[in-house]
């Protein structure tokens, strides 16, 4: 998806729902949230992206020791571990959500595309690769409205007070 993701985890995210949690980007999680892959307890494996996208966010290491335990992880440990973003009160995990997509919303929407792209087609190429889709991706920048609204704000007024229209 071009578009950024981004999931409010409160209470319990287990099995389906974990590995639904780690399809998006970003997972804030409130202080009560418990994630897991427990299904190794049941004679199973993870069979919705758990096995792939888990080591790819917490390493090789951590994701086979909760994938072969079926061990439960809280919040504080699920974002140490890189499982979750940020850790909330579970009654404020909602509007944090919300607000870390508004501000995504209101960024420059060509060059946030472009950097995702860059980031997920380079990642598991070689470097060499990896650097030619990013010098693309930056070259593309300079053809927004957007980048000549940046680079204009950042010349006038300094870094990061820049209104972008989404061009």
Same mark, same amino acid.
């Given at each position: ?129 990896? +650097? ?22 950042? +010349? ?12």
């Amino acid at each position: 998806m071009p578009q950024i993701t981004i999931c409010a985890i409160n209470g319990y995210a287990l099995g389906g729902g974990c590995e639904l949690a780690m399809a998006a980007e970003f997972r804030l999680v409130g202080e009560g949230a418990v994630l897991g892959q427990p299904e190794i307890l049941l004679g199973l494996i993870p069979g919705g992206g758990g096995t792939q996208r888990l080591s790819r966010l917490v390493g090789i290491t951590k994701a086979k020791e909760l994938i072969y335990s079926g061990r439960n992880v809280r919040a504080d440990e699920a974002v140490a571990i890189g499982l979750a973003s940020a850790v909330h009160p579970d009654e404020e995990v909602y509007d944090e959500a919300v607000k870390l997509a508004a501000r995504y919303a209101s960024g420059p929407a060509a060059a946030i595309t472009l950097a995702k792209k860059a980031i997920l087609y380079g990642y598991f190429l070689p470097l060499d690769e990896a +650097l030619e889709i990013e010098v693309e991706a930056f070259a593309s920048c300079f053809d927004t409205e957007d980048a000549h609204t940046g680079v204009a704000s950042f +010349l006038e007024s300094g870094p990061g007070k820049a209104v972008f229209s989404g061009s």
